[in-house]
């Protein structure tokens, strides 16, 4: 036998390392393969914790914007519903400043729901100004409008809490 591999070298050593390398070849196309498998794998991986980070990003701020208003009508509520009503404009101002960021990350309801906020503040303000100012003991229209607005007011921690819910949930944001 091994003379018959002495004899045959000239053709049999080619044959065998064309069939080794072929061999090899294909072992490297298929592990080429799994690593692009792979590659595109973490590819889709990566994108689904870039678009996880978006979402928790944008919960984030809609939260800040969302604790903003719920303070802000804490505030309101806090400063109107004693005797003696302090002077609210400055922080209305304030707090319409620190909201026009809930344009970008709002659907419009929310956006008309905190310039709904806003105006009534400002009449809820310039009503305790005029009723500060009227010694009648008789209640008065502005008198009568302060106490709806007030009552609105107090209303909202829960109208504020059941509006926003939709989009402060994880699991609503697209």
């Not at 209305?92 to 008309?112: Q, V």
């Not at 609105?152 to 994880?170: S, T, V």
């Amino acid at each position: 036998m091994w003379n018959w591999v002495a004899q045959n070298l000239n053709w049999l050593a080619p044959t065998v390392s064309s069939i080794i390398l072929s061999a090899l070849i294909i072992m490297v196309a298929w592990k080429q393969k799994n690593l692009r498998q792979q590659s595109l794998c973490i590819r889709e991986e990566q994108k689904e914790i870039q678009k996880q980070s978006v979402k928790l990003a944008l919960l984030d701020r809609r939260l800040a914007t969302y604790s903003l208003t719920r303070a802000f009508i804490e505030a309101v509520i806090a400063a109107y519903a004693s005797p003696g009503h302090a002077a609210f404009g400055k922080k209305i101002d304030a707090f319409t400043n620190a909201s026009y960021e809930a344009e970008l990350l709002f659907e419009p309801e929310i956006c008309a729901y905190i310039k709904t906020i806003i105006g009534n503040a400002k009449q809820l303000d310039s009503l305790a100004a005029m009723i500060l100012g009227d010694a009648s003991p008789q209640p008065s229209d502005a008198q009568v409008r302060f106490d709806e607005l007030l009552g609105w007011f107090q209303a909202q921690p829960r109208a504020a809490a059941n509006l926003f819910n939709k989009h402060i949930n994880i699991n609503n944001i697209e």
